[in-house]
């Protein structure tokens, strides 16, 4: 079972970055995954899940109305569309994976996720 993030970068507030999170070793059916993010000596955060069963998402609070979380099963692969981006969203991004997991749960319980991926910096400056 691997989760591999990737899209991070340098972005400029009000800019935009799309991350991806490739699955390898099970299928997203049944699974919910998310995206967290840790900031310096922070524990991880929840930001957006997605419930594969049913295609529910849920999104902290801190970020609705910016980002979107989807999914491409084709692909098997995970997006989070982060948009209008501030300084304060600069921070260490991961993407993991919980069996059976609703997408409420999986932002509120960072804890409980059973697949990790490392992680992708996310860097907001002018």
């Known amino acids: 079972v691997q989760l591999q993030a990737s899209g991070g970068g340098l972005v400029q507030p009000g800019g935009s970055l799309k991350l991806s999170c490739a699955v390898s070793?099970?299928?997203?059916?049944?699974?919910?995954i998310g995206w967290f993010r840790q900031f310096p000596g922070k524990e991880r955060q929840g930001v957006s899940c997605?419930?594969?069963?049913?295609?529910?998402?849920y999104n902290a609070d801190s970020v609705k109305g910016r980002f979107t979380i989807s999914r491409d099963n084709a692909k098997n692969t995970v997006y989070l569309q982060m948009n209008n981006l501030k300084p304060e969203d600069t921070a260490v991004y991961y993407c993991?994976?919980?069996?059976?997991?609703?997408?409420?749960?999986?932002?509120?319980?960072?804890?409980?996720?059973?697949?990790w991926g490392k992680g992708t910096q996310v860097t907001v400056s002018s």
């Open positions: 993991a994976a919980k069996r059976g997991y609703r997408a409420t749960m999986c932002v509120r319980h960072a804890g409980g996720m059973e697949y």
């Open positions: 070793g099970f299928t997203l059916d049944n699974y919910a």
């Open positions: 997605i419930n594969n069963s049913d295609g529910s998402t």
